[in-house]
């Protein structure tokens, strides 16, 4: 791209470009925009960056105490997420934000075990410890689906403990999957290619049996009751959708990519039904990487078949959807070389030249947000497709451009973006790495 090209989209960028200063109502504008929505999906274009986490807890707290909005719901496992989730709302015993992370133990351990979330989990606590005893306390919840094997163990405690006749049925079911000792790339690709049996029939089983019995179950103890079968039950989902999903990761990364982001944009589903059933009108925070947030129709993912839950969401709720995402120019990140590695504190490169981190570094403000709905001059010149970077747990500056890059168009990716110049790295509550994980994910290298 020529430089006075470059300059002359950068001029336009700044003219509607709103600085950030650190001030709460530097996001009064993106209040208005967001205005009455019911979803406001907020990514983040590294899975290990500072500004990243803490800008989305600023936003998230604004839509809490000034939206109503009652549910976060993040990338993260359905069972170590509900942990965190009963902390939150004061129905469990773990005495502090760290013990109730605590069940993050899988790697990328810095991914939800970092200061950041440390401390917006303690907020979140204090909020809804000073609400009234008859408000709707703010939950958290995870989208993931990773945990075949720990929501497995969740369905099989609660009837154990509840239904000692179903939980028979249940572990009979379920044992098909222990020959694999928990390994569930093991299981996969035996069942892809025949080497072994699928346990499809009976996931698929366990999971319509706990369907029928919902009212049986929910009303034995009042809400809290209900709310923790909702949990049993989509633990129970999660193991179906998981198993597919390990089948599929053999046979391409389209398939098991599209399987994964529909399970997050059917768990968000579950979640909104769940709770308006309980009476209001549910509104949801989602937060996740930019490449399952921003609408994939506008990337290059959808000409190669793939989906996500940004489109997911704009398709079924349109209107009532927000997506908002980050960017940065350079910095530091908390990542890794390889899958299962340590977590290094890594420099950032400088953007490519002509991609739109190396628009927004033109403009000279160090973080500003971008309203992207409007149609007006500055959605004209940002709707040439252009690069975009993104960075999962593995960042490999050596092979950025293959590893790190796609093609968006922007304004029809997301509503608004935040872009900060200059970003460093989480900082992890471990620090000694003590991460283990068999299963490798469809995202491998980048690992988004």
Same mark, same amino acid.
């Given at each position: 791209?020529?430089?006075?090209?470059?300059?002359?989209?950068?001029?336009?960028?700044?003219?509607?470009?709103?600085?950030?200063?650190?001030?709460?109502?530097?996001?009064?504008?993106?209040?208005?925009?967001?205005?009455?929505?019911?979803?406001?999906?907020?990514?983040?274009?590294?899975?290990?960056?500072?500004?990243?986490?803490?800008?989305?807890?600023?936003?998230?707290?604004? !839509?809490? @105490?000034?939206?109503?909005? #009652? &549910?976060?719901?993040?990338?993260? %496992?359905?069972?170590? $997420?509900?942990?965190?989730?009963?902390?939150?709302?004061?129905?469990?015993?773990?005495?502090?934000?760290?013990?109730?992370?605590?069940?993050?133990?899988?790697?990328?351990?810095?991914?939800?075990?970092?200061?950041?979330?440390?401390?917006?989990?303690?907020?979140?606590?204090?909020?809804?410890?000073?609400?009234?005893?008859?408000?709707?306390?703010?939950?958290?919840?995870?989208?993931?689906?990773?945990?075949?094997?720990?929501?497995?163990?969740?369905?099989?405690?609660?009837?154990?403990?509840?239904?000692?006749?179903?939980?028979?049925?249940?572990?009979?079911?379920?044992?098909?999957?222990?020959?694999?000792?928990?390994?569930?790339?093991?299981?996969?690709?035996?069942?892809?290619?025949?080497?072994?049996?699928?346990?499809?029939?009976?996931?698929?089983?366990? !999971?319509? @049996?706990?369907?029928?019995? #919902? &009212?049986?179950?929910?009303?034995? %103890?009042?809400?809290? $009751?209900?709310?923790?079968?909702?949990?049993?039950?989509?633990?129970?989902?999660?193991?179906?959708?998981?198993?597919?999903?390990?089948?599929?990761?053999?046979?391409?990364?389209?398939?098991?990519?599209?399987?994964?982001?529909?399970?997050?944009?059917?768990?968000?589903?579950?979640?909104?039904?769940?709770?308006?059933?309980?009476?209001?009108?549910?509104?949801?925070?989602?937060?996740?990487?930019?490449?399952?947030?921003?609408?994939?129709?506008?990337?290059?993912?959808?000409?190669?078949?793939?989906?996500?839950?940004?489109?997911?969401?704009?398709?079924?709720?349109?209107?009532?959807?927000?997506?908002?995402?980050?960017?940065?120019?350079?910095?530091?990140?908390?990542?890794?070389?390889?899958?299962?590695?340590?977590?290094?504190?890594?420099?950032?490169?400088?953007?490519?030249?002509?991609?739109?981190?190396?628009?927004?570094?033109?403009?000279?403000?160090?973080?500003?947000?971008?309203?992207?709905?409007?149609?007006?001059?500055?959605?004209?010149?940002?709707?040439?497709?252009?690069?975009?970077?993104?960075?999962?747990?593995?960042?490999?500056?050596?092979?950025?451009?293959?590893?790190?890059?796609?093609?968006?168009?922007?304004?029809?990716?997301?509503?608004?973006?935040?872009?900060?110049?200059?970003?460093?790295?989480?900082?992890?509550?471990?620090?000694?790495?003590?991460?283990?994980?068999?299963?490798?994910?469809?995202?491998?290298?980048?690992?988004?």
């Amino acid at each position: 791209m020529p430089d006075a090209t470059k300059k002359k989209i950068a001029e336009t960028v700044r003219e509607f470009a709103h600085p950030l200063m650190g001030r709460s109502e530097d996001y009064d504008p993106l209040m208005d925009l967001i205005g009455n929505a019911r979803f406001v999906l907020i990514g983040e274009a590294s899975h290990g960056t500072h500004e990243f986490y803490n800008q989305r807890a600023l936003i998230t707290k604004k !839509l809490i @105490e000034e939206k109503g909005f #009652t &549910a976060v719901v993040v990338e993260a %496992d359905w069972p170590d $997420a509900y942990r965190v989730n009963r902390y939150v709302r004061g129905v469990d015993d773990d005495p502090t934000p760290t013990e109730a992370l605590s069940s993050f133990q899988r790697f990328p351990l810095w991914m939800w075990r970092n200061t950041d979330v440390l401390n917006f989990v303690g907020w979140l606590r204090q909020h809804n410890d000073s609400l009234s005893e008859n408000a709707t306390k703010v939950g958290f919840y995870g989208l993931d689906l990773y945990s075949l094997y720990a929501s497995i163990a969740e369905v099989l405690s609660y009837l154990d403990h509840n239904d000692p006749e179903a939980a028979k049925r249940a572990h009979q079911r379920y044992s098909c999957f222990e020959q694999f000792e928990e390994d569930t790339q093991a299981y996969g690709y035996a069942a892809s290619v025949g080497l072994g049996k699928s346990c499809e029939q009976e996931v698929v089983s366990q !999971l319509l @049996e706990l369907q029928r019995r #919902t &009212a049986e179950y929910a009303k034995q %103890d009042g809400r809290v $009751a209900e709310d923790e079968f909702f949990y049993i039950q989509q633990n129970a989902r999660l193991v179906k959708n998981a198993e597919q999903y390990y089948r599929s990761m053999f046979r391409g990364r389209v398939s098991s990519w599209n399987l994964r982001d529909r399970h997050m944009a059917e768990t968000l589903d579950q979640l909104v039904a769940h709770f308006d059933q309980q009476g209001g009108r549910t509104k949801v925070i989602v937060w996740a990487h930019n490449s399952h947030l921003g609408d994939a129709r506008a990337t290059d993912m959808a000409q190669a078949g793939e989906l996500n839950v940004g489109q997911l969401v704009r398709e079924r709720y349109s209107h009532d959807t927000v997506l908002i995402g980050f960017t940065t120019y350079t910095g530091t990140v908390t990542a890794a070389t390889n899958w299962d590695e340590p977590a290094q504190l890594k420099l950032v490169r400088p953007a490519l030249p002509g991609s739109y981190e190396d628009i927004f570094h033109q403009i000279e403000l160090s973080q500003f947000l971008l309203n992207l709905r409007d149609q007006n001059s500055v959605s004209a010149v940002l709707q040439e497709p252009r690069l975009q970077r993104a960075i999962g747990v593995i960042y490999r500056p050596d092979t950025e451009r293959a590893s790190h890059y796609f093609y968006t168009q922007l304004p029809n990716q997301f509503d608004a973006v935040i872009h900060i110049d200059d970003t460093r790295g989480v900082e992890p509550l471990d620090r000694v790495a003590t991460q283990e994980m068999r299963e490798v994910p469809e995202t491998f290298p980048s690992a988004l």
